[in-house]
Antibody, heavy 119, light 109 residues
Framework: EVQLVESGGGLVQPGGSLRLSCAAS????????MSWVRQAPGKGLEWVAN????????YYVDSVKGRFTISRDNAKNSLYLQMNSLSAEDTAVYYC????????????WGQGTLVTVSS | FMLTQPHSVSESPGKTVTISCTRS????????VQWYQQRPGSSPTTVIY?????PSAVPDRISGSIDRSSNSASLTISGLKIEDEADYYC?????????FGGGTKLTVL
């Protein structure tokens, strides 16, 4: 059974930092692009970042460039998102998702972890 | 590019509803379109990928298509059931960045 389990969310003050983790099981983690997707309360889905199988390519939505860093550790079957200079606009549920196909289909999602940026 | 969806649609059980997803620039056929269903409190799940392909667990009441003339993709759900009530998102990927539509709330009443 495929499982993606996020952790690391919580309450952080504006300007603060947080590191999210996603533990994968039931998949050959190193064979897939992985992504972070977020959803602000009551809002739609927003793609945040992608990372290639070997970590050699990374892409970000403009609003997080220079502040967020996606990374992975294939030996630990884990995906990470380092978030710095957080603002209220970053408040959201953050999902880890597997890019299952070349077309960019997210075929597996985690349950999400809530990040709240507030003083 | 952006993907634009209607904010909400509603229809009665047993009827058919179509949700559109219009691409703002570039051809809708340039990159595959996916559709996700998200029920309240749950993570999204794929109902259509590669424009029109259904995952095995998705009923054949659900179908997807693209229309080059209107530069849009469509998700059609026939024989509506109460359980189809959810938010639906279209998504496309240009090889580096991912774009989601704003989402459509489907109400089955």
């Amino acid at each position: 059974e495929v499982q993606l389990v996020e952790s690391g969310g919580g309450l952080v003050q504006p300007g603060g930092s947080l590191r999210l983790s996603c533990a994968a099981s039931g998949i050959i983690f190193s064979s897939y692009w992985m992504s972070w997707v977020r959803q602000a309360p009551g809002k739609g889905l927003e793609w945040v970042a992608n990372i290639k199988q070997d970590g050699s390519e990374k892409y970000y939505v403009d609003s997080v460039k220079g502040r967020f860093t996606i990374s992975r550790d294939n030996a630990k079957n884990s995906l990470y998102l380092q978030m710095n200079s957080l603002s209220a606009e970053d408040t959201a549920v953050y999902y880890c998702a597997r890019v299952g196909r070349v077309s960019g289909d997210f075929d597996y999602w985690g349950q999400g972890t809530l990040v709240t940026v507030s003083s | 590019f952006m993907l634009t969806q209607p904010h909400s649609v509603s229809e009665s059980p047993g009827k058919t509803v179509t949700i559109s997803c219009t691409r703002s620039s570039g051809s809708i056929a340039s990159n595959y379109v996916q559709w996700y269903q998200q029920r309240p409190g749950s993570s999204p799940t794929t109902v259509i990928y590669d424009d029109h392909i259904r995952p095995s667990a998705v009923p054949d009441r659900i179908s997807g298509s693209i229309d080059r003339s209107s530069n849009s993709a469509s998700l059609t759900i026939s024989g509506l059931k109460i359980e189809d009530e959810a938010d639906y998102y279209c998504q496309s990927y240009d090889g580096t960045t991912v774009v989601f539509g704003g989402g459509t709330k489907l109400t089955v009443l």
